[in-house]
């Protein structure tokens, strides 16, 4: 999974990250992707090309200048010729990833050109897609990652071939459903063979169509209980205009109280923090801090068109990072509300990102970020007031123990 970026826009980050060997590259542009044959001359030399200019970046730019106590350049050096051997783009990606992973930084990556490209068009509405919001779960006591169906989109393909719900994926067109570049959604109108297992171990084969469907930002659920659940997967300008307009809809109908979801939000840009976190709080406050070879730069919320100043309570889990876990830090420190869920991923690092000549992407940790008390939060996360973990049975049978927790404790505190 690619990791979330917390894109700094200000001078300092962008005056530490000048005289680069790659261009920057911008998330509403899609690449131009080359085409290469496998084990050819040309694939050979686009490898050395990527390989050095990645690593040349990575030792120029990464924010942690003892490489997490490794010798990484030495490194780089021994592990080049076999990596630019690679005969096609996955097993060369899967070599740069391994190296980078040396830094042990989520920010620190590389995304191969197919890969990206699907994600780009995702973001700007062109990518086809089944339907299928996945969740991808290390239950209690087990160390398997796994890939459930967590919700079905309406009217996607996913809904009409009858998915449900806490169904595991298991194969698609015969390969493993979680095998590198095997999705199958980056073909329109291709159909595609799917293979899920129920919670009673029951084989489910579906046969869907890959189709286009707008991005889908946020959801909202209003329960009859009064509480207004709001769920967005990143942030970006898109999210923050989309949770503005929440918020003035709970300002026109109050709700009892809101449950911010962001289980499994990959965090993203701080400008879009600085809004969304402002419209929970009346007055400013600091939410964020980057240490530049400057000094520190403290990064504030701004005033909202509505704000919620009601019961609030935000929901994590352990793949929540970044600008996600800046937010739920905020909310703790603040005395806002409380944090029901995960122990958070630990991914905070202001990152940016460049073009590859293949068209792939290359994100470098470049900043250090705390948070608004100065707290460091990479590699540690931000821990729950309320724990609350899957059993496999809870994932599998459909039950959100984490939400209902949540709405529990949110409407507690209501009462009280």
């Known amino acids: 999974m690619r990791s979330a970026l917390l894109l700094l826009m ?43 200019a990645v690593m040349r970046t990575v030792v120029r730019n990464f924010y942690d200048r003892t490489f997490n106590g490794v010798d990484f350049e030495a490194e780089v050096a021994a592990r080049r010729a076999a990596v630019i051997a690679a005969r096609d783009e996955d097993s060369f990606y899967a ?31 062109t990518a086809p897609t089944f339907g299928i919001v996945e969740l991808t779960v290390r239950v209690r006591g087990g160390a ?51 293979r899920f297992e129920d919670a009673d171990g029951r084989i489910h084969t579906r046969t869907m ?29 898109a999210s923050a ?37 402002g419209g929970l709080f009346r007055e400013p406050v600091v939410f964020a801090r980057r240490r530049e070879f400057f000094g520190e730069v403290a990064h504030r919320s701004k005033s909202s ?26 909310i703790r420190e603040r005395r806002r509300g409380r944090v029901v869920g995960q122990k958070s991923n630990g991914s905070v690092v202001g990152a940016t990102s460049f073009k590859l000549p293949d068209g792939g992407q290359l994100s470098v940790g470049i900043v250090e970020i705390r948070t608004g008390s100065g707290a460091v939060l990479q590699g540690r996360g931000v821990e729950p007031d309320i724990f609350v973990e899957p059993t496999l049975d809870d994932v599998r049978l459909g039950r959100d123990t984490m939400l209902e927790t949540a709405v529990r404790a949110v409407l507690a505190g209501q009462r009280t």
């Not at 542009?29 to 050095?52: I, K, Q, T």
């Not at 070599?95 to 995702?122: C, M, Q, Y």
């Not at 009409?160 to 698609?172: E, H, N, Q, S, Y």
């Not at 590198?180 to 073909?187: D, K, L, M, N």
Request: net charge negative; charged share 25%; hydrophobic share 40%.
């Open 10 to 52: 200000a001078a300092g980050a962008m005056a530490a990250t000048a005289c680069q060997p790659l261009p920057y590259d911008h998330e509403d542009e899609v690449p131009e992707v080359v085409a290469l044959e496998d084990g050819s001359a040309e694939r050979a030399e686009m490898n050395a090309r990527v390989y050095d």
């Open 95 to 125: 070599g740069l990833e391994e190296t980078l992973a040396l830094l042990n930084d989520g920010h620190t990556n590389a995304v191969s050109p197919t890969d990206n490209l699907f994600h780009k068009r995702r973001r700007l509405e």
């Open 144 to 194: 398997e990652v796994t890939s459930y169906v967590s919700k079905i989109r309406k009217g996607s393909t996913a809904e009409a071939a009858g998915v449900r719900p806490g169904w595991k994926f298991l194969t698609i067109d015969g390969r493993p459903w979680d095998a590198p570049q095997q999705w199958g959604e980056t073909v329109d109108g291709r159909t595609f063979v799917v």
């Open 209 to 237: 169509e890959s189709k286009l469907m707008p991005r889908e930002i946020g959801t909202v659920n209003r329960r009859p209980d009064g509480v207004l659940v709001l769920q967005f997967s990143e942030f970006d300008a």
């Open 241 to 277: 205009d989309w949770f503005e307009e929440r918020l003035r809809e709970a300002e026109a109908d109050p709700p009892v109280a809101i449950v911010l979801d962001l289980r499994g939000n990959v965090g993203g840009e701080v400008t879009a923090g600085e809004r969304i976190v």
């Open 305 to 330: 068109p509505a704000v919620w100043d009601g019961p609030l309570v935000v929901v994590q889990s352990g793949l929540s990072g970044s600008m996600a876990e800046v937010f739920s830090a905020t």
